[in-house]
């Protein structure tokens, strides 16, 4: 009888063990796919997808018909599937291994990218992915078009100067992050980044257009959706001298504040560089007329690298000039300009910035962004570092340059 009880338990024990393996060896739920959104503009389509935790995926491209597929591991799919827009045609699902299997068909050859973005107020876990139209770089429509061409107004960006002109204005193009069905971060009170970016970038390129010389222009002038890459191509056919992206950061430590200034990594200008020289027989010209398709490999390299080289360290010195007058209107978080891979900053012949302007997660933060006196002190403090960089670098046809030239040791006037 011992003995019967004592295999007894350990029968039960076994069987428990087994039924915990059992229980392990089937698909492991880690996040629930809880809402997708579509937004189209004339250049593609943007897909996201609230998510309830991170998750790993994996996205590529199938012809015949054209097909994007997005592969969203260990998740399950808890939302309706989004009515079609844009490049997209049909949308489907299925199971895919552990997880969630979305094929969005598409009228033609795309480009795809995606991303993922962490949780900010109120907004969770979200995956961003991005169908491009190849060759889609139609100037803005009327609805986007500025509707003044007083200096002082904010206008959208368009075609704006050769590089060769004589006496021409130097040009910024300021981008306001995030838009439409993309909010960006909130602060705890409501706060939408993408709302206070813009009048951010509004007082900016106002400031910019006050100063003679020089010309603001804007790559989105309201609350709409503009793919990242778009926004590099608006500010290069407005031929800009300098490309400006501002945001408002976030953080899950609400005791976080500050303001940053970031440049393109090492590492963002490689991937950048090789995309470009694989498809450089599409390749806009660099800055400079500079053609890439009528160059051989080893020589497209070499004048890749020289641009880029030359355009990271210019991002450099115009980012420090920013942070150190972004230091003297408020707390700065990080005292050294930082590197990374944000595809906004990727133009390889343009210097290149990204300032998030303050930490909306954080309280006090927040409630300054949401002042319009506060809002003008950081379009000022930039303004103020931009203009420091071009006195002392201005690009040779200008009229900054011009009146360097002929007024060197004093003060310098433009009319």
Same mark, same amino acid.
């Given at each position: ?35 997708i ?26 012809d ?29 699902? !299925?199971?895919?291994? %552990?997880?969630?299997? @979305?094929?969005?068909? /598409?009228? =033609?050859? #795309?480009? $795809?990218?995606?991303?993922? +973005?962490?949780?900010s !107020?109120?907004?969770? %876990?979200?995956?961003? @992915?991005?169908?491009? /139209?190849? =060759?889609? #770089?139609? $100037?803005?429509?009327?609805? +986007? ?24 204005d ?28 813009l ?6 390129v ?7 010389g ?62 470009w ?61 930082q ?15 990204l ?50 030239r ?10």
């Amino acid at each position: 009888m011992m003995e019967q009880g004592f295999l007894g338990k350990h029968l039960a024990l076994a069987l428990r063990l087994a039924a915990c393996l059992a229980a392990g060896s089937g698909p492991l739920i880690a996040a629930e796919i809880r809402d997708i959104r579509l937004a189209s503009d004339e250049n593609g389509t943007r897909v996201v997808l609230d998510l309830s935790a991170p998750a790993k995926h994996k996205a590529f491209l199938l012809d015949s018909p054209h097909r994007v597929v997005l592969d969203v591991a260990r998740s399950s799919l808890k939302t309706a599937l989004p009515a079609v827009e844009g490049a997209i045609t049909q949308v489907r699902s !299925g199971k895919h291994d %552990n997880g969630v299997r @979305l094929v969005f068909e /598409v009228k =033609g050859p #795309v480009t $795809i990218e995606t991303h993922n +973005v962490a949780p900010s !107020g109120e907004a969770g %876990n979200r995956l961003l @992915l991005e169908i491009s /139209v190849p =060759g889609a #770089v139609k $100037i803005a429509s009327a609805a +986007v078009a500025a509707v003044s061409t007083s200096p002082a107004t904010p206008i959208a960006i368009r075609p704006a100067h050769a590089p060769t002109d004589s006496g021409r204005d130097i040009i910024i193009a300021v981008d306001a992050g995030h838009g439409g069905v993309d909010p960006g971060a909130s602060g705890r009170r409501g706060t939408r980044e993408k709302d206070v970016v813009l009048e951010i970038a509004r007082a900016l390129v106002a400031r910019i257009n006050r100063e003679p010389g020089m010309k603001g222009v804007l790559t989105r002038d309201g609350d709409y959706f503009i793919p990242h890459r778009e926004r590099m191509l608006r500010a290069r056919r407005a031929k800009a001298d300098m490309f400006v992206s501002i945001h408002a950061d976030a953080i899950a430590n609400p005791e976080v504040s500050g303001s940053s200034v970031y440049v393109l990594s090492e590492r963002g200008a490689s991937s950048e560089a090789a995309r470009w020289l694989a498809e450089r027989e599409n390749a806009a010209d660099l800055k400079g007329g500079v053609k890439l398709d009528d160059k051989d490999a080893a020589l497209a390299n070499v004048l890749m690298d020289l641009s880029q080289t030359a355009s990271i360290a210019a991002s450099m010195t115009a980012a420090e000039s920013v942070l150190l007058s972004l230091d003297r209107v408020g707390e700065v978080r990080k005292p050294r300009v930082q590197q990374a891979g944000f595809i906004v900053l990727k133009s390889p012949d343009i210097p290149s910035m990204l300032v998030e302007t303050a930490f909306i997660s954080n309280r006090d933060d927040e409630r300054k962004l949401a002042t319009p006196a506060h809002r003008q002190k950081l379009a000022n403090a930039i303004f103020s570092g931009i203009e420091s960089y071009f006195q002392g670098n201005a690009p040779d046809g200008t009229r900054l340059a011009t009146a360097r030239r002929g007024g060197a040791g004093g003060p310098i006037e433009l009319r």
